[in-house]
C-alpha cells in the first residue's frame, strides 16, 4: 500500500477504503455505498479506545503507526497526558492512530506488554513494538519521539 494513503472503514456498509492523505480534506466517500467518511474521519481525530477484543485490528493490524496509551481512570498521570493525547490525534490525523486501553478493564492486553506502570505508551509500527515511552512526557517529546515513525 502506497505510505502516503490511509485506509479508512465506512461507516455505513464496512468497506474498507485507500485515501490518499493529500485528498482527506476533499470529503472523500466509500467506493462502495458512496457513503462520505467524514464521520469515521471524524473518529479519527480523537483517540481510540481500544479492548483485549479490539487490540489485534485496531493496534495490530491498521496500517498507519499506533500510539497506544496503557492508563487507568484513577491516575493523575494519565489525566494530565490525555488533553495532549488527543491534540496529537488532531494534528496527526491520517498520519498516525492515538489509542487509549484502559488496563484495568483490559488486562490480557497489558500483561501481554509486561505493563507495569501507567502512562505507559507504547508506539507500533506494522505490528511491532519499535518505542516504548514511560510517564507523563511533555507534547514536544512526544513529537520527537513518533516523528520519525511517521509516513
Known amino acids: ?10 461507516p455505513k456498509c ?15 466517500v466509500c467506493g462502495k455505498c458512496r457513503s462520505r467518511l467524514s464521520e469515521a474521519l471524524q ?15 485496531d493496534v ?17 498521570p494519565c489525566r494530565t497526558i490525555a488533553p495532549i ?8 490525523a491520517g498520519k498516525i492512530r492515538i489509542a487509549k486501553l484502559n488496563v484495568d478493564e483490559n488486562p490480557m492486553t497489558s500483561s501481554r506488554f ?13 505490528g ?6 514511560v510517564g507523563a512526557l511533555p507534547k ?3 513529537e520527537a519521539r513518533i516523528r520519525p515513525f511517521l509516513p
Open 114 to 126: 509486561g505493563i507495569r506502570s501507567i502512562p505507559t505508551l507504547l508506539l507500533f509500527r506494522s
Open 128 to 133: 511491532q513494538v519499535v518505542d516504548q515511552m
Open 14 to 28: 464496512g468497506t474498507k477504503n485507500r485515501v490518499p492523505a493529500a485528498k482527506l480534506d476533499l470529503n472523500p
Open 60 to 76: 495490530l493490524g491498521y496500517s498507519l503507526p499506533v500510539l497506544l496509551d496503557c492508563w487507568a481512570p484513577w491516575c493523575g
Open 1 to 10: 500500500m502506497d505510505s502516503d494513503s490511509i485506509v479508512i472503514r465506512c
Open 85 to 92: 493525547l488527543e491534540a496529537l490525534a488532531r494534528e496527526y
Open 140 to 142: 514536544a517529546e512526544l
Open 43 to 57: 473518529s479519527s481525530h480523537r483517540p481510540l479506545a481500544v479492548t483485549d477484543r479490539s487490540f489485534e485490528a
